[in-house]
């Protein structure tokens, strides 16, 4: 149970929504129910990528999931249309800048994608356009 004001009630969801708030509901704040109602989620917990070592949890060297741990992507040929698509695949909304040279601190582990263009239609980073996974002429100090 939560103890903060109950701010949505009453959603229905299509199912395309971007977000919690794009829900028909009551007015903020205007709700009918206590905190024995409050709402939860399970989730499958298949991100294909991450950001890690950022101030906030939008914001970070940018990661991707290869046999069990976390590797990074390479800044060759990165531009802020893949630093979109990353953004909107964690659910961070519109990307504000695509950094370069490692600007959150330096991965461990294997580079696993390099070249990455994104057309910005895609998901996911990984389904956009790169070199073969582990192929690359990377070090961690190109971290993206």
Known sequence: RGAD????????????????????????????????????????????????????????RVEVPHDGEWDTVCD?????????????????????????GAAFGQGLGPVWLDEVTCAGTEAALPLCQARSWGSHNCNHREDA
């Open 5 to 60: 004001p109950i701010w949505l009630a009453n959603g229905h969801c299509a199912g395309m929504e971007a977000a919690l708030s794009e829900w028909w509901a009551r007015p903020w704040g205007a709700q009918n129910c206590g905190h024995g109602e409050d709402a939860s989620v399970l989730c499958s917990g298949s991100t294909r990528t991450r950001l890690a070592n950022g101030s906030s949890f939008c914001s970070g």
């Open 76 to 100: 060759d040929s990165w531009s802020l249309m893949d630093a979109e698509v990353g953004c909107r695949e964690v659910g961070c909304g519109q990307a504000l800048s695509a950094q370069f």
